[in-house]
């Protein structure tokens, strides 16, 4: 296995080299890269299996690197300094991060995932959806990227009907399309998908209030429904605020 390091910082490619050699019982060939430029010039002579990158490096970014590869076949891992605004966008895209200081066991957790998924083919769309959310666009505009048993799906914000929490799992409504269950819970949707204008309707429901066509009174706190003829109910502590965002849509 090819391990390529991609950071700025000596002592931090030293610390992660001997997390690696101490996991892998020194089997992995690991070579080293100090920035975008010279990161892009190793991918291209090493041809690396996995790749850890650095968000913010001397001369430029990771993401800035990752714009000037075509097709690359490696796993990604980034590693970064709580910076909040990448975070997101690596849960939007489902590519693996590290924060620093380095964790043992996040670290062999994120490096026997990439071994597993060597041959999954998925790193490019994966990457579209990341750059997408690294860009200049409307939430609503931008791509998420849900995973269930068996397939990786790269949904339009705009085209989720609404979230419901079931126990562990969160299940996705989507427009014109099946639903898909997703093994994370509905709190860390609504961290993700809040920016976009979802809103909290109920305990166990997130909704995408564009596609709210009616809101029934009939109930006590009332019903909506969404397009599709999908109803949802709207507890009590919810009602003021669906109400508030309706009349001021």
Sequence with gaps: MRILLIDNEPIIRSILK???ENWSKGLHQIEEADGVVSGINQISKFSPDIVFLDVEMNDGT???LLSQLHKP???LIFTT???QYAIQAFKFSAIDYLLKPFDPIELNRALQKAVDNINNGSL????AVLMQQVSIKKETDKQIVLKDIDKTYFIKIDDILYCEAEGSYTKFYI???DPIFVSRNLRSYEDLLTPAGFIRTHHSCLVNPTKIKVYDRKTDNGTL???GGHT???SQRKKDLVIQYLENR
Excluded: T
């Design 73 to 75: 076949k490696f796993q």
């Design 124 to 127: 490019q769309q994966q990457l």
């Design 62 to 64: 990771g993401f800035d």
């Design 18 to 20: 001997d997390l690696i």
């Design 175 to 177: 427009a014109n399309a």
């Design 232 to 234: 949802i109910p709207v």
């Design 81 to 83: 300094a709580h910076n």
């Design 225 to 227: 429904i969404l397009e």
